[in-house]
Nanobody, 124 residues
Framework: QVLLVESGGGSVQSGGSLLLSCEASGYTHSRSCMGWFRQVLGKAREGVAGICSDSRTQYADSVKGRFTISQDKAKNTLYLQMNSLKPEDTAVYYC??????????????????WGQGTQVTVSS
């Protein structure tokens, strides 16, 4: 059973930083990609950043230069360092895992496994 558990969400002021973590367990395939998505109530889930086992990364334009995705393969943990946070970054953040090597890491479709989400709130 694949399990993804996010942590690190919280409330910060505009301009602040947060580090999200996602610990994965139960997945044994060597080729995979992981991603961070976010969702605001009433809106579609959007891709934030993704990374594959070959270290290929992809970022949404809205977070380029502010967010950094990384992974610690030894710890089976995915990270999202979020700097210069803005109120529009407020959302529930989800980590997700996709089999293989999908072309787009910002589309939810290829991602088969999802965490429960962690709330990020940025106040102005």
């Amino acid at each position: 059973q694949v399990l993804l558990v996010e942590s690190g969400g919280g409330s910060v002021q505009s301009g602040g930083s947060l580090l999200l973590s996602c610990e994965a367990s139960g997945y044994t395939h060597s080729r995979s990609c992981m991603g961070w998505f976010r969702q605001v109530l009433g809106k579609a889930r959007e891709g934030v950043a993704g990374i594959c086992s070959d270290s290929r990364t992809q970022y949404a334009d809205s977070v380029k230069g502010r967010f950094t995705i990384s992974q610690d393969k030894a710890k089976n943990t995915l990270y999202l360092q979020m700097n210069s946070l803005k109120p529009e970054d407020t959302a529930v953040y989800y980590c997700a895992l996709a089999d293989g090597d999908p072309w787009s890491l910002l589309s939810p479709t290829p991602f088969r496994f999802w965490g429960q989400g962690t709330q990020v709130t940025v106040s102005s």
